[in-house]
């Protein structure tokens, strides 16, 4: 128990306890237009909520951005009606990720020691916009809906004035300064409204703008008229009502609001009767936690980041938001960020690529792991699974006993089909016991993809779309990984690495030059392989060096040192068969064409053997000229000898 409170303080002195969870203090009631309003100081800053006299069941809730106290007609009604609205004091942040963190912190505290709904209606009043599209965009799970009210959607337009508006001076040196920015480089800025609306808009939340069209200082057509434009293009529901009636001030910015109960309405039914989305909390095994990583982020101002994986973590989204989120939470950390997703990989190639890949550039402070998808897809057993998964385990923490690991288990139909046989994947399994047996964390997004198409909160077909995820798929595989990073770990004692599950795990792996092959005969050393015709490749697979046969009967040896041969191949539509032997034992046939051959030069990871002594070994490979009767010719092309010591 001492040694735990010991580390709850060393927490709280690295300010990382805040993040996961924050008490509200100084609590006063006061009365707002005869409705009970609490205030109180939420991680120092002035905070408060109003409460309707008799609450709709789920607590629905508006959240106020800048101006709380300016147009509140639509307030008035929400509360009769029901509703809580709250608001917390970021004044003159302009949107930016210190308010963003505050706002998550708020939102946390309201909804799961308040009670509150779990998706927020969002009202933003002018410069409110940078506030309520910036933590839209960062949580498009959390919000029902969004009402705008001559909302500012480009911060050049307002405060810059660098279009027809007449801008702020003072608040544009203020947001200059805040952001870190110059004048030229504001020009590039692009975290802000009108950019990356894909994921809010996958989610389908309704956006509704009242603007006045004659307004000078936020005009129309620098803000609302663009962002309406690309949330649409996006796929996103949005409406936009000009006010025209009554006085215009403030150069057309300040109107009279024209049925308030219209735009109550618009919030009742986006926001009622009140969804309860099934809780993250049961996909996520935080174990020792992310405290190593965090500490080391915090203390020394430096971090290295790596993504390992297949084209999930190839592709865009969730690997970005992840890395813009950690940026955003430990702003004066200098972070090194490695992506090494490369599609069609899964664990054992992942194991013996991992020194050059990743260690090479950098050893990770934090390291996510994600290999169940292609795993299934390249039939490796259950078996490697093990030993590359561990293998990459135990590899980090050799170079790093101090380094946060997650392995996390993606989403795809044969996992879907194992779910809805009652059946655990495999795959899924072995990532959840080894991050169970090393105390790294773990995220079973597969299981909870299926749970929640299976409630009816999203459709496979229509919103995730694939096992390669829609914009929707990566804000929701985000926002699970988002709450694991929020998660307090259990450090419980000193922690020392355990035995190895298998001794024969890849704990090891790494590459051989393939210009190390001997007593060449019809093979030859390509010094940059381009395929011809071209078909698709992989990066990293292409104008490498590679060892090519594609005659029967060419054949070379290798001399190695270790436990375990492999060989990377590219597999395409001339993939050869050939026959191997190690150490002069019985002649083994392994044929490298694929099912995706025909479209693909595909990287392909074959071990040979890996249950060797340690030691000398001498592996033979020859081209056979019985080759898969859909195969085109008799290639063999090796771009890596794998071992592992």
């Not at 959390?142 to 050049?156: Q, T, W």
Request: with cysteine.
């Amino acid at each position: 128990m001492k040694k735990l409170w010991c580390s709850i303080l060393v927490l709280a002195f690295l300010g990382l306890l805040p993040v996961l969870g924050q008490e509200a203090s100084g609590v006063k009631t006061t009365d707002w237009k005869g409705f009970e309003k609490v205030e109180f100081q939420f991680a120092g800053r002035q905070a408060w909520y109003v409460k309707p006299e008799k609450a709709l069941a789920g607590n629905p809730w508006v959240w106020r951005a800048h101006f709380p106290t300016w147009h509140t007609e639509m307030d008035s009604i929400l509360l009769t009606k029901g509703f809580h609205v709250a608001f917390i004091n970021t004044n003159d942040l302009y949107g930016h990720p210190k308010a963003m963190q505050a706002w998550d912190q708020f939102y946390d505290y309201l909804v799961t020691q308040k009670g509150f709904a779990a998706k927020v209606a969002l009202e933003g009043v002018s410069r409110g916009g940078l506030y309520v599209y910036g933590w839209a965009k960062r949580n498009p799970d959390k919000v029902s809906c969004i009402y705008a009210e001559a909302p500012v959607c480009d911060p050049r337009s307002w405060p810059g004035g660098k279009g027809k508006g007449d801008g702020g001076p003072k608040q544009w040196q203020e947001w200059l300064k805040l952001y870190g920015l110059t004048e030229q480089e504001s020009a590039n800025f692009n975290d802000y409204p009108i950019k990356d609306l894909k994921g809010l808009a996958a989610f389908k939340v309704p956006i509704l703008h009242v603007i006045g069209l004659e307004d000078k200082i936020v005009p129309p057509s620098e803000n609302t008229d663009l962002l309406v434009a690309a949330y649409i293009k996006e796929g996103g529901p949005a409406s936009v009502y000009p006010m025209t009636r009554g006085e215009q001030k403030l150069g057309g910015h300040h109107f009279y609001i024209e049925h308030p109960e219209k735009w109550a309405n618009f919030i009742i039914e986006n926001s009622v009767p009140v969804q309860n989305p099934i809780s993250r909390d049961p996909y996520l095994e935080i174990n020792r936690g992310l405290e190593q990583a965090y500490q080391t982020f915090t203390e020394t101002k430096k971090g290295t980041v790596a993504f390992l994986g297949g084209s999930i973590t190839h592709n865009p989204g969730w690997k970005e938001k992840t890395s813009k989120y950690l940026q955003e939470r430990f702003p004066d950390t200098d972070f090194n960020f490695i992506a090494a997703g490369i599609p069609s990989l899964g664990s054992t190639p992942h194991a013996f690529r991992f020194a050059q890949d990743v260690l090479e550039k950098g050893i990770p402070d934090l390291l996510f792991v994600e290999a169940a998808v292609n795993d299934r897809g390249n039939g490796f057993n259950e078996q490697a699974q093990v030993r590359a998964l561990e293998g990459i385990m135990r590899h980090m923490y050799a170079q790093n006993p101090k380094a946060s690991i997650v392995l996390m288990a993606f989403a795809d139909p044969d996992k879907n089909a194992d779910y809805a046989a009652n059946k655990n994947p495999t795959e899924v399994a072995v990532h959840q016991r080894l991050a169970q047996y090393y105390g790294a964390s773990y995220i079973n997004l597969a299981k909870e993809v299926y749970d929640r198409t299976e409630a009816g909160e999203f459709s496979w077909k229509y919103d995730f779309k694939n096992l390669h995820p829609s914009p929707y798929g990566q804000e929701l595989y985000f926002q699970t990984i988002k709450a694991l990073l929020n998660k307090e770990g259990q450090p419980g004692e000193q922690w020392v690495l355990p035995k190895a599950l298998d001794s024969y795990s890849y704990d090891k792996g790494h590459y051989i030059p393939v210009q190390q092959a001997k007593k060449l005969k019809g093979f030859v050393q390509d010094p940059a392989w381009t395929p011809q015709p071209t078909f698709s490749t992989r990066p990293g697979f292409v104008n490498v060096p590679m060892l090519v046969g594609e005659h029967a009967g060419d054949t070379f040896e290798l001399e190695f040192t270790g436990r375990a041969i492999g060989i990377a191949v590219v597999a395409g539509p001339d993939a050869a068969t050939i026959e191997y032997s190690v150490d002069g034992k019985k002649a083994q046939t392994l044929d490298l064409f694929t099912q995706w051959s025909k479209q693909l030069h595909l990287p392909w990871y074959l071990s040979l053997s890996d249950e060797l002594k340690p030691g000398k070994h001498r592996l033979k490979v020859k081209v056979l000229s019985q080759k898969n009767e859909k195969s085109t010719g008799n290639a063999c092309r090796i771009v890596h000898f794998y071992v592992n010591d």
